[in-house]
C-alpha cells in the first residue's frame, strides 16, 4: 500500500526510516510547504517525489493513504482533504484539537469506508511492552496504581525554516506540555488499567523564567479509575531528559527508568536493560510496529467509530485535565463512552 506524507520535518525522519524497512507500506512522495525542507528531503531521499501541498501530491500520486506529520493545527484539514480524495489516514498526535471535530472526521471516514488511525507510538515502545507483560504475570496481582514522570530541559524545537516554538503557540499545538506529552501517558495508562479514567485531577503553570507564558510548561495530573489512581508529572522545565514508569500491584512492582527495568515479586528483585529508544525524539526504531498496527486496521475494515475511539477519550481526558487546571485542581468527570 502506498502513501504521501504530508510534512517533511524533525519527526518525518522517524516515519521515512520505518517505511523504507516496512514489507507492507512505502510512500513515494512527500508534501511540505516550505522550500528549505522539500530540499533537505529530495537531498536526503531523492527517490522521493516532493510537493509544495497536500493538493499537489493527491493530483499526482497515486496513493492509498497519507500520513499527516504536521503540527496539530493543520491536522483537521489536512484529514478532511485526504479523505475527501478517498484515501486511509495515519495521523500524529494529538489527532484532533477540538473535541467536536471528531464528529464530521469520523462521519465522513464511514461515508468513504476509509480508516483514520492516531499515531499512538509510546503504545509499542519496549518500555510499554515490558508494563503490559509485568501486569500480565501472575505475580503481580492486581494493579493499584501508576507514577508516570516526563522530564525535558525545554520544548522540542521545530525546523527553523518554519516556527521552531511552534509547541509554545497554542493557535498552532493547541496547548502546552499537556497537549504536547500528556496523550502518551493518559493512553498509556488506560491500556495498563484496561479502561480510562472516571475523574482526573490537574495542576499546572509555568516553573521556567521565559517568555512562553501562554502555554504551560508543567503538569501534575492525576488519574482516576474508581480508586486506582495514577499520577502523571510532566514537565519541560528540567534540566536533564529522563523517562520514568512505575507501576504497583499486589503482588508486586515494575519501574522503568529509560534504559534500567526493575521488577521485584514477592521480595525477588531483577534488574536488566532494554533499549527504550526515549532519547530518540523520532522514535524510528518503535514506529515500524505502529506501520504493521495501521496496516492491520485498514485491513480489519473496522467502523471509524472503532479506530477514533482511542484518540477520542484521550482528548477527552486532556480537555478535563485543562478544565481541572482552570479550576485549581478540582476534580472532573470523564465521559465514559
Known amino acids: 500500500m502506498k502513501g504521501i506524507l504530508v510534512g517533511g520535518g524533525f519527526i518525518s525522519r522517524g516515519h521515512l526510516e520505518a517505511y523504507f524497512r516496512s514489507s507492507r507500506l512505502s510512500v513515494t512522495a512527500v508534501a511540505d510547504k516550505t522550500r528549505s525542507r522539500r530540499d533537505t528531503v529530495r ?4 527517490e522521493l517525489k516532493v510537493y509544495d501541498s497536500l493538493e499537489s501530491a493527491l493530483d499526482e500520486e497515486d496513493a492509498q493513504f497519507v500520513d499527516i506529520c504536521t503540527p496539530p ?60 507483560e509485568a501486569v500480565a504475570d501472575h505475580r503481580f ?53 484496561g479502561r480510562w479514567p472516571s475523574r482526573v485531577s490537574c495542576l499546572g503553570g509555568n516553573l521556567s523564567e521565559d517568555q512562553w507564558r501562554d502555554t504551560e510548561d508543567s503538569v501534575w ?13 510532566l514537565t519541560w522545565s528540567g534540566s536533564e531528559r529522563s523517562t520514568q514508569y ?50 492491520n486496521c485498514v485491513d480489519s475494515h473496522s467502523l471509524a467509530a472503532h479506530t477514533l475511539h482511542e484518540p477520542f477519550m484521550t482528548s477527552m481526558v486532556i480537555e478535563a485535565a485543562y478544565r481541572s487546571m482552570r479550576s485549581g485542581g478540582a476534580w472532573m468527570k470523564v465521559p465514559q463512552l
Open 43 to 46: 537531498r536526503a531521499f531523492p
Open 73 to 132: 493545527g493543520d491536522h483537521k484539514a489536512l484529514m478532511i482533504r485526504a479523505l475527501e480524495a478517498g484515501k486511509h489516514v495515519l495521523c500524529e498526535k494529538p489527532l484532533l484539537l477540538e473535541l467536536t471535530d471528531y464528529d464530521q472526521v469520523r462521519s465522513m471516514a464511514d461515508s468513504v469506508d476509509r480508516r483514520v488511525m492516531a499515531a499512538h507510538n509510546y503504545r509499542f515502545s519496549p518500555a510499554a511492552r515490558v508494563m503490559e
Open 141 to 193: 496481582g492486581s494493579l493499584l496504581g501508576g507514577h508516570f514522570r516526563t522530564v525535558r530541559a525545554g520544548h522540542a524545537k521545530g525546523i527553523r525554516e518554519y516556527r521552531p516554538d511552534w509547541r509554545r503557540d497554542p493557535k498552532i499545538g493547541g496547548g502546552g506540555i499537556l497537549t504536547d506529552h500528556g496523550p502518551h501517558s493518559v493512553y498509556l495508562a488506560a491500556m495498563l488499567v
Open 221 to 233: 495530573l492525576t488519574l482516576d479509575y474508581d480508586g486506582i489512581q495514577f499520577r502523571v508529572d
Open 246 to 295: 512505575l507501576l504497583w500491584g499486589a503482588g508486586g512492582t515494575v519501574r522503568v527508568d529509560g534504559n534500567a527495568i526493575t521488577t521485584a515479586y514477592g521480595g525477588t528483585v531483577d534488574d536488566k536493560t532494554v533499549m527504550s529508544d526515549f532519547d530518540d525524539a523520532t522514535h524510528r526504531s518503535w514506529f515500524g510496529r505502529v506501520l504493521d498496527a495501521f496496516a
